[in-house]
């Protein structure tokens, strides 16, 4: 049986892409050496959000609404107290000012009101794990890991659902991704989704695990259903772990985005791309180290006194700002009801001191 997937294991990957980024400096605690991101009106008075901008589509991405700005995806969110339900996923949508991201124009993304339902029921946990544009039109849309009712016999239900952008941002409920019973391998959840052109059609396709180390590729286009274009039978040559080279998807510049496969305790392996798919073993991968966009270390001042240490979390490095040089943005909390998350602008070989824009998720949920 699949163990129940936590954001604890997704914040688990992601870490070990941070620290190959960025030696995981500064990643790990606070620090009175940075000023504190201040929170703005909006998150300090709960206001409630303001409609997201319209966009008309773009290539930039995670733009869910297609305005040209790239957004923000925040997957813990701080609770009203620490044994309440999960808060949710927000997507805090970009601006053209110099602030990055508006807080007040944001969306909440809950189980309840947002996941497909599986067996009449909804499902547990709902953490967003990858982003791109699926159906081409233009518009991000974002891919969530959930945990499904299952009873133990037989093949488990897909827990990998889509949430597909619009003019508006998200909306609708998501859909389970349709992975064709061939690209199945074994009874593993299927796990990690990674985007990429990797047969260099010019379509986003998928790549998830399958059991035995084996991946599944799904083509695409996908249709509004979930469903992509083609699968075929399951590749070898995967592991547990599946991520997209970085800072380029197509590591070694042939026009077919690759694959990264890592295992504990063996070094990550490069599956590159080709007209079949990610199948051609491509050696050891190391990750290029980012010096130019290093995360600041964050105070406790920022945050109410008492409780637990603040630890200070990577959400991402990206650029908000449209410069082409990469910001970081940060989300420092004490425990699971208190946090602030602020996007710092990528200056030289590091980060300006003041953030561009600061704020809390409390009361978002």
């Not at 870490?15 to 703005?40: E, I, M, N, R």
């Not at 997957?75 to 949710?88: E, I, T």
Request: glycine share 16%.
């Amino acid at each position: 049986m699949r163990p129940v997937r936590t954001r604890k294991a997704v914040a688990g990957v992601a870490a070990l892409v941070a620290a190959a980024l960025w030696g995981a400096a500064g990643c790990d605690s606070a620090s009175a050496h940075h000023p504190a991101p201040t929170t703005t009106a909006a998150a300090r008075a709960g206001d409630a959000p303001r409609p997201v901008p319209h966009g008309r589509g773009s290539r930039v991405p995670y733009d869910f609404n297609g305005d040209g700005h790239r957004d923000l995806v925040v997957n813990d969110l701080a609770k009203g107290d620490s044994y309440g339900d999960d808060a949710g996923i927000a997507v805090v949508y970009g601006t053209g000012s110099g602030r990055a991201l508006d807080p007040a124009a944001r969306q909440v993304l809950t189980t309840r009101r947002d996941a497909a339902p599986v067996g009449g029921k909804p499902p547990a946990t709902f953490d967003a794990e990858a982003a791109c544009d699926l159906d081409g039109d233009g518009f991000g849309d974002l891919i969530v890991t959930t945990d499904p009712p299952y009873d133990g016999v037989g093949r488990p239900p897909v827990p990998l659902q889509v949430l597909f952008g619009g003019p508006g941002g998200l909306t609708g409920r998501a859909v389970v991704l349709g992975i064709p019973e061939r690209a199945r391998y074994g009874n593993d959840w299927p796990d990690h989704p990674v985007c990429g052109d990797f047969d260099g059609d010019g379509a986003t396709d998928l790549a998830v695990t399958a059991t035995g180390g084996r991946v599944s590729f799904l083509r695409g286009p996908f249709a509004r259903t979930g469903a992509p274009r083609a699968a075929g039978d399951s590749l070898p040559g995967g592991g547990p772990v599946l991520a997209a080279p970085e800072p380029r998807a197509d590591a070694n510049g042939d026009g077919y985005d690759d694959l990264v496969v890592s295992a504990p305790g063996a070094r990550p392996r490069l599956l590159l791309g080709g007209p079949r798919g990610p199948v051609r073993p491509g050696g050891t991968y190391t990750y290029a180290r980012n010096t130019s966009a290093r995360p600041p270390k964050l105070p406790t001042t920022g945050l109410p006194g008492g409780g637990p240490a603040p630890v200070t979390d990577v959400l991402q490095v990206a650029d908000f700002t449209g410069d082409k040089v990469p910001d970081v943005a940060v989300r420092v909390h004490r425990g699971e009801t208190r946090d602030l998350v602020a996007v710092y602008a990528g200056a030289g070989t590091g980060v300006r001191e003041k953030p561009l824009v600061g704020f809390t998720t409390a009361g978002w949920g």
